[in-house]
């Protein structure tokens, strides 16, 4: 760490610090600090530049919200990468990538996750033909076991619900696995849409939108909790009953 500081110090125009005076005030020696800068990377450092641009990519694609732990989560679950926590955030840091947050004070409501995507919707649930329009929630049910979380994938034109997922969570891969079964059964064109709100971050996961643009997918996203409008009978909530 602090030969790259002697780099930095000694690169940068507006200092114009000289490589022995860096090395002398970091207390580094300076035949140590040229050697070096001409030794090969290691296989960590290959490593670390391949995981910071792969950090870069998920964080740039969540809107630059995503922090430390969200990035790992969709790092770990989305792309099946295994890496600490810490490495994460200290890569990050070095990188000078950080999310946004939240300050948390006394009797104040909940935020939800910024929205990743615009509304491609506009509150209009019309769609003239199967597999231009989807859209997708989750519900929540209690049982004598515990609570069950559905989530489902409706088509807006024939009404069917094309997709869904049962789990006793309401992680990411809950999301992800019913517009997987959806995708599987109909085979949409790309360019089709899917709707949904922001739900607790299921929606706006990397991981999510990443399934989306594989599939050639529009991801459209709505206000919080406005899915539907409920003032419109065109509309069918999402239930498992419907």
């Not at 114009?16 to 070096?36: E, F, H, P």
Request: charged fraction near 25%.
């Amino acid at each position: 760490m602090s030969y790259r500081l002697v780099r930095e110090l000694a690169a940068d125009p507006d200092l114009s610090i000289d490589v022995a005076v860096a090395c002398r005030v970091l207390n580094v020696s300076r035949s140590g600090y040229y050697d070096w800068r001409h030794r090969r990377p290691s296989a960590r450092d290959v490593a670390d530049a391949w995981l910071t641009n792969t950090i870069l990519e998920v964080h740039t694609d969540s809107r630059c919200s995503y922090g430390s732990p969200r990035v790992h989560a969709e790092l770990r679950l989305g792309l099946g990468i295994r890496c600490g926590r810490k490495r994460v955030a200290r890569l990050m840091r070095l990188a000078g990538i950080c999310g946004i947050g939240h300050r948390h004070t006394k009797n104040r409501r909940h935020r939800p996750a910024p929205a990743t995507h615009d509304d491609l919707v506009g509150r209009r649930f019309v769609a003239e033909a199967p597999d231009r329009l989807w859209c997708t929630d989750i519900t929540q049910h209690p049982t004598g076991d515990g609570t069950v979380y559905l989530a489902a994938v409706e088509d807006v034109c024939t009404r069917q619900i094309v997709g869904w997922s049962m789990a006793d969570h309401m992680r990411s891969e809950l999301v992800v696995d019913a517009l997987q079964m959806a995708t599987w059964r109909r085979r949409p064109a790309p360019g089709a849409v899917v709707h949904s709100d922001r739900g607790a971050g299921q929606y706006t996961s990397w991981v999510f939108g990443h399934r989306l643009r594989t599939a050639g997918l529009l991801d459209s996203m709505g206000r919080v909790a406005s899915l539907v409008d409920k003032h419109d009978d065109r509309v069918v909530l999402l239930h498992p009953a419907a």
